[in-house]
């Protein structure tokens, strides 16, 4: 079980390792090559976490490693248990969070958003009147993309990382900006076949009532932080100065290094030869010495008479 512990948190440390990189390198990345090769880097951080789950590599010499984790302390059950209950605990809220969303989407209050996650469907403003046609048609273009690119999926697996690490706050940090990156490649895709409607869509933005409950498990237009609307709006104007294949190719290359790498540094496997050898050793209880001490014989009982 101290094994199962010591890789959790190896893999949670590398998982947060790999957010301070993309919060290091998502701005730069957004204004060389564009909002969606920025949202890539978001996948850096859990692939790299679970490459550190992956079976280590084999190497000579690495028993005594291993011996160190196999001998590890008593309190690993109890904290396994605390990590368990504390991601259940958040689950509890998200699911929650999750519920209100979708009482107030069946009132017909649901901003746009994209709710579901194997079957997601599109959830649209109320028609009274506020929205155009051509502004609707904007919106379902915007929630059919991110249905497209698979994103309510991606925003599920973010939310299961934030049960899973409940008590880093990286996590939950870079849910949050990977939540804008999401939107801002979503505009990004949109406007890249319509960009004769770069105007009425920042209009549109600007017109769309905001989601006021959070959305744990879906695609919604996120009201909380540096003003995502203001950094969406802003967008809209900015072109990217780099080809964003060029961008798509070194953010890909970074990923595949950043897995790598997280795999390479986990502590070596030991070959199956040694591990039996370290088993049995460890497992073989020293056996208390005993001394034979030989005692002279007992003299014969003496016969009545003689």
Not at 46 to 75: C, F, I, K, Q, T
Not at 143 to 162: F, G, M, T, Y
Not at 254 to 279: D, K, N
């Amino acid at each position: 079980m101290s094994e199962v512990l010591a890789a959790l948190l190896r893999a949670n440390l590398v998982l947060a390792i790999g957010v301070l990189a993309v919060l290091a390198l998502r701005l730069p990345v957004r204004r060389a090559f564009g909002p969606e090769v920025a949202y890539g880097l978001w996948a850096a951080p859990p692939l790299a976490a679970l490459a550190s789950l992956l079976p280590a590599r084999v190497e000579d010499g690495a028993p005594e490693v291993h011996a160190l984790a196999a001998a590890v302390a008593d309190w690993s059950a109890p904290a396994l248990a605390a990590w368990g209950l504390g991601g259940l605990f958040v689950l509890a809220g998200m699911a929650r969070a999750q519920a209100r969303f979708m009482d107030e989407v069946r009132r017909g209050r649901g901003g746009p958003s994209v709710v579901g996650v194997i079957a997601p469907r599109l959830v649209m403003p109320a028609d009274d009147g506020t929205y155009t046609a051509e502004e609707r048609a904007l919106i379902r273009a915007h929630e059919r993309e991110h249905v497209a690119r698979c994103d309510p999926r991606a925003s599920a697996a973010s939310a299961a990382l934030q049960a899973l690490c409940w008590f880093n706050p990286l996590v939950h940090l870079a849910a949050h900006l990977m939540r804008l990156d999401q939107e801002l490649a979503c505009d990004a895709a949109v406007l890249r076949r319509r960009p004769e409607n770069r105007a009425l869509y920042a209009r549109t933005l600007l017109k769309t009532q905001l989601a006021a409950q959070p959305l744990p498990f879906g695609c919604y237009w996120p009201a909380t932080g540096l003003h995502p609307l203001e950094v969406r709006v802003g967008q809209l104007r900015v072109t990217r100065r780099h080809d964003a294949l060029i961008g798509a190719a070194l953010v890909g290359l970074a990923v595949l290094s950043a897995v790598i790498a997280a795999w390479r540094l986990q502590p070596p496997a030991p070959r199956p030869g040694e591990l039996v050898e370290l088993w049995e050793r460890h497992q073989r209880q020293p056996v208390t010495s005993v001394i034979l001490v030989s005692l002279p014989p007992k003299p014969p009982a003496a016969t009545p008479g003689s």
